[in-house]
């Protein structure tokens, strides 16, 4: 079960991009937006296989508990697939919910690896890559060479 701290950054996560008075396509675009630039930030420091794995397994932990979630796959292309057809099924407040709870499974995860602190220090990053119309290529982790400045060895 993850933390109620895990749960509450889900929930902002996706508070930047999915507001209540939103239509439910709208609600449903949202929520893939914000899968994608969460997965692409996480590919900085995991790589994009270890992204993906981390989203995949988060994803596959909440299907069960989350029925709009169980048609719901990740690509190679770091999305999800299946929102809008959960969305018909289900609903889209019920799928958006099943989103909340996989990014809060994704937080618990890297909580395990990582540590709480740094995992959602690390998914608040994340959820800043450049929006649309900016270089989506995520910036390089920096170095302790970047950390010494220009010309110092």
């Known amino acids: 079960m993850p933390s109620t701290l895990a749960i509450k950054l889900a929930r902002q996560l ?21 899968c994608t630039v969460v997965t692409a930030g996480l590919s900085r420091w995991f790589g994009a296989y270890g992204s993906h794995a981390l989203v995949t397994r988060a994803l596959a932990s909440v299907q069960a508990s989350h029925p709009a979630l169980r048609g719901v796959a990740m690509t190679e292309a770091h999305c999800l697939v299946g929102l809008a057809e959960s969305a018909s099924a ?57 950390s010494r400045g220009p010309g110092r060895t």
């Open 14 to 34: 996706l508070g930047g991009e999915i507001h209540g008075e939103m239509s439910d396509d709208a609600t449903i675009v949202a929520a893939e937006q914000v």
């Open 90 to 146: 289900h609903g889209a407040m019920a799928t958006r919910e099943g989103v909340v709870a996989m990014f809060a499974a994704l937080a618990d995860l890297l909580g395990r690896l990582i540590g709480d602190e740094l995992a959602l220090s690390l998914l608040q990053q994340s959820a800043t890559l450049p929006a649309a119309g900016h270089s989506s290529a995520p910036a390089e982790p920096r170095t302790d060479a970047d």
